[in-house]
């Protein structure tokens, strides 16, 4: 997925994602290029967001969210 649409589209992208790996037991995503991925937030989007001060906590403080992924997902090691 692109940077310019996973900005726009990235929290209905990970409820999918959580869908299709708790309900349907899939965990494995494909993109438009082919490329396949882990469905995984702490394995597969904190590889290169690992960051999470900078790439979540500044864009949902600024615009006033707050999601609930941190409730089960821990970025510590």
Request: hydrophobic share 25%; net charge negative; charged share 30%.
């Amino acid at each position: 997925m692109k940077t310019e649409r996973m900005r726009d589209v990235h929290m209905t992208t990970l409820n999918e994602w959580r869908d299709l790996v708790i309900r349907d037991g899939q965990r494995v995503w494909k993109n438009e290029d082919g490329k396949e991925f882990n469905m995984s937030l702490t394995d597969t989007c904190m590889d290169c967001h690992e960051n999470k001060d900078k790439f979540c906590d500044k864009c949902h403080e600024s615009v006033g969210v707050s999601p609930y992924c941190w409730t089960c997902h821990n970025t510590s090691p």
